[in-house]
């Protein structure tokens, strides 16, 4: 197998508020001595995540570039990969050569995962807030992500949260493939955390690592106020027009 020279692309993604910036923030800081990090963040409208990570004085400002997507974020993580691409490439053009760069999902999908064009490995991170059963109900992200990342584990206790059960179920539905439980608070799951980025990025640059594709997202549909929709292709359901509106749209799952 080649060397690879290029840096490895690691997406984040998850629904909000799972703790996917945070999980960035964490890395920076705790790889920025051995790695050269970069970080793409995707929002609808703002580049509120990237100010949050450059607030978080972990890595270089510039080294944080936002894409505002304008529509759906799953979208341009996976359909329209273009300004995510772009963006990497600037970035690295800028202030490379990078050693990882970090590509964080926005939007609310459950389902949406990273396509395969765009990163060479994805984690997925649910949170114990979200819910036990969360793991149980599944997806392309739960069952086909490089890694599964069950967060804030320290939360478990507040919101009635079985983590052992949780875990369980997370990894009953990933034939093998690894899953964390995680907390930043408990340094052992950081520990173990760290040493799956460091893995991946050894197995990039030996050529041995090769995109796997979780899978299209579930069937959803964007509700608008005409109630106007048609099919896309994957059961995937856009407003009629070009009424793809997101100031006030709903997700079904
Ligand atoms: N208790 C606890 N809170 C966390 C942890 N990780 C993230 N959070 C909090 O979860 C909230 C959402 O985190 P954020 O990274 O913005 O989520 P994102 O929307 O997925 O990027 C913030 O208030 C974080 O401080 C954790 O390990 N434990
Ligand atoms: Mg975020």
Redesign the pocket.
Known sequence: MPETTRELRLGIC??????????IMLLCARLGDELEIGVVTNDIYTDE?AR?IRAAGVLDPSRIVAVETGACPHTAIRDDITANLLAVEDLVAARGPLDVVLV?SGGDNLTATFSPALVDAQIF?IDVAGGGDVARKGGPGIERADLLVV??T??APYVGVDVDEMRADAVAARDGRPVVA????DPHSVAVLLEWVRSQVARHRSGRLVPVDPGPMAPHFHAVENGHFHAGENGHFHAGENGHSHDDHAHAH
Do not use: F, I
Request: aromatic share 0%; glycine share 14%.
């Open positions: 998850g629904p909000v508020g799972t703790g996917k910036s945070s999980l995540d949050m964080e991170v967060n804030k320290d939360l995680l907390s930043r608070h």
